[in-house]
């Protein structure tokens, strides 16, 4: 069997790395000329003047993350929502009218790696196919970065947590968006996600003449994941991800046994805390899932097999569920077009039908959900694929566009976005139809993108 390992970046933090990175991003001329995408940096500039006026944005009708109404009004001046009455926005203000449209917050996609398909080690290189080329440089890894994260935005996700990044890119990515550089989505990362010895999130594919230093993630023991949680916290990251069990693309573990013992994840829990942090937790088999939630964590990715004794306890503790669908299933077509290796695929086999009792259980009972993909297993542009595959297993639509805006926000403790209502950021979509009676209108290519009043339009690339 040839290197294979979990799809999402493992490499440790690099210091030198990130600074590459973000002074890469930082260089007008590089990001002008190295891809077509850095584009977006003009276009900020061309409508930094026009933030200054007030807009009006109309549609046959609203989302406003918690209900529908009919018909959509919402004024926007500079990056706030301020009113939802076109008699508040006076006689200059231009209106946007989109129809028979949907107006919604800007959706929110709470599991991704941005930088996954983009590592700086050959030895590190999983699958190297068109979709997903891998870099051999700091340059390389960035720009193919900033592809990821522009696929999310076409896709009217306008804000994403990503949770589990590599030396530093998701980091640097993230605060050049935030500073104007680049054009995509606001970013929460989590830097490298934390493992144990020989779990999920080690280096366990390599062979033993190959030394590549080992993820900075790794840890053993109570104090030796509070000091993991520290050094994240030095390299100001925004949520802690720890991967709690076994993986289906991480070779040679067992996706399903517990790999943090409880009061290591108490420990991860109690330091995030105590500096603001919300911890997720990468967690396949109930075994591990109850560990995760009985230790804090504030959410449960993928969440395989849950039972319906866990689900009850994540219900009373207030416990998200990040279903992950499509990432799973992505694996599993026909023809292996993503070139899984045989042990991963024999994983991912034996997990489907699990997931999907899991999910029944899941949805009959009273847990919160957040919509999260895994994108970085697949390509990036296939993030919205989720919404189907969970309408098709029983969620309706409308508790789907909830757990995409404002059920999100909650869980990233974001509470400026999420919901279109006066003083929060004017981060808001259009879809075409009405997502609310049919949610495959969320497949299509937005008819709205606007992030903190700017309207980005779709060949921003």
């Not at 004024?75 to 508040?88: H, M, N, P």
């Not at 399903?256 to 396949?284: C, M, W, Y």
């Not at 995760?292 to 998200?320: D, F, P, W």
Request: net charge negative; hydrophobic share 40%; charged share 20%.
């Amino acid at each position: 069997m040839g290197i294979s390992t979990c799809r999402c970046p493992h490499a440790p933090f690099s210091a030198r790395a990130f600074h590459e990175a973000e002074t890469l991003f930082g260089r007008r001329t590089f990001l002008s000329g190295a891809l077509a995408t850095f584009a977006g940096m003009t276009l900020l500039g061309r409508r930094a003047a026009a933030a200054e006026n007030v807009i009006v944005l109309k549609a046959a009708r609203m989302f406003d993350g918690t209900t529908i109404h009919s018909p959509g009004v919402c004024v926007v001046r500079d990056d706030r929502i301020v009113s939802l009455s076109a008699g508040d926005a006076g006689s200059d203000a231009r209106v946007l009218d989109f129809g028979d449209a949907t107006l919604m917050p800007g959706l929110i996609d709470a599991h991704t790696h941005v930088s996954a398909g983009a590592v700086t080690s050959y030895y590190l290189h999983v699958f190297d196919t068109p979709d997903q080329p891998s870099g051999d440089s700091v340059a390389e890894a960035a720009i193919l970065s900033v592809r990821n994260a522009q696929a999310l935005l076409r896709n009217g996700f306008t804000t994403v947590r990503d949770v589990g990044g590599g030396n530093g890119i998701d980091l640097a990515m993230r605060n050049a968006i935030a500073r104007g550089f680049v054009v995509g989505p606001r970013i929460l990362a989590a830097g490298t996600a934390l493992s144990i010895t020989g779990g999920h999130g080690d280096l366990n594919s390599l062979p033993d003449d190959v030394k590549v230093e080992r993820p900075t993630g790794v840890a053993y023991g109570p104090y030796g994941f509070r000091e993991q949680v520290r050094e994240h916290i030095k390299h100001h990251v925004d949520v802690i991800k720890i991967l709690a069990t076994g993986g289906v693309l991480s070779y040679g573990d067992v996706w399903n046994v517990p790999q943090f013992n409880l009061d290591e994840i108490q420990a991860v829990v109690d330091e995030a805390t105590k500096f603001g942090r919300r911890v997720s937790a990468h967690a396949h088999g109930d075994p591990g899932i109850a560990l995760a939630v009985e230790g804090g964590c504030h959410s449960i990715e993928h969440g395989t097999g849950v039972s319906e004794k866990t689900l009850h306890a994540m219900a009373q503790r207030g416990t998200y569920l990040v279903p992950t669908i499509w990432a799973l299933d992505s694996i599993l077509q026909p023809g292996n077009p993503n070139k899984i290796p045989a042990d991963s695929l024999a994983k991912a086999h034996a997990i489907g039908v699990l997931r999907n009792e899991g999910m029944q259980r899941a949805l009959a009972a009273s847990v919160k959900f957040a919509y999260g993909t895994d994108a970085g297993v697949f390509p990036h542009k296939e993030n919205n694929k989720d919404f189907a595959l969970l309408a098709s297993m029983g969620m309706k639509p409308v508790d789907l566009l909830r757990s995409a805006t404002s059920m999100a926000a909650d869980l990233l403790g974001t509470t400026d976005r999420g919901r279109i209502a006066a003083g929060n950021l004017a981060d808001i979509v259009a879809f075409h139809g009405d997502p609310s009676t049919n949610i495959s209108a969320l497949e299509s290519r937005p008819a709205l993108v606007m992030i903190g009043g700017k309207e980005i339009p779709p060949d921003f690339s």
